[in-house]
Nanobody, 128 residues
Framework: QVQLVESGGGSVQAGDSLRLSCDVS??????????VAWFRQSPGKEREFVAV????????NYADSVKGRFTISGDSTKSTVYLQMNNLKPEDTALYYC???????????????????WGQGTQVTVSS
């Protein structure tokens, strides 16, 4: 049974930092074969792409809104993917989800519908 469990969310002030973790277990294949992405969703808005780390950690992509502030990384020994978020802004407030999909290529998708496995989310609230 595939499980993705997010943690690390919280309530912070603008300019603060948080590190989110996504612990992955039960994947049918080795974790390096998967793309793992972070998405976020605010009330009344659609789920939006934040960042992704591709197969074998070759490719990392970010939404324009978080470039230079967020960093995605992976630890295959722990089957964990991290999202380091610096200089947080009120508009970063959302429920953050991690998602995974088996990838045959190094190019990871940025569309939520392309992902097969999802976590339950962790809330990030940034106040001004």
């Amino acid at each position: 049974q595939v499980q993705l469990v997010e943690s690390g969310g919280g309530s912070v002030q603008a300019g603060d930092s948080l590190r989110l973790s996504c612990d992955v277990s039960g994947l049918p294949y080795k974790m390096y074969m998967y793309s793992v992405a972070w998405f976020r969703q605010s009330p009344g808005k659609e789920r939006e792409f934040v960042a992704v780390i591709g197969r074998s950690s070759i490719v990392k992509n970010y939404a324009d809104s978080v470039k230079g502030r967020f960093t995605i990384s992976g630890d295959s020994t722990k089957s964990t993917v991290y999202l380091q978020m610096n200089n947080l802004k009120p508009e970063d407030t959302a429920l953050y989800y991690c998602a995974a999909r088996y990838s045959r290529t190094a190019s990871p998708p940025k569309v939520a519908g392309e992902y097969d496995f999802w976590g339950q989310g962790t809330q990030v609230t940034v106040s001004s």
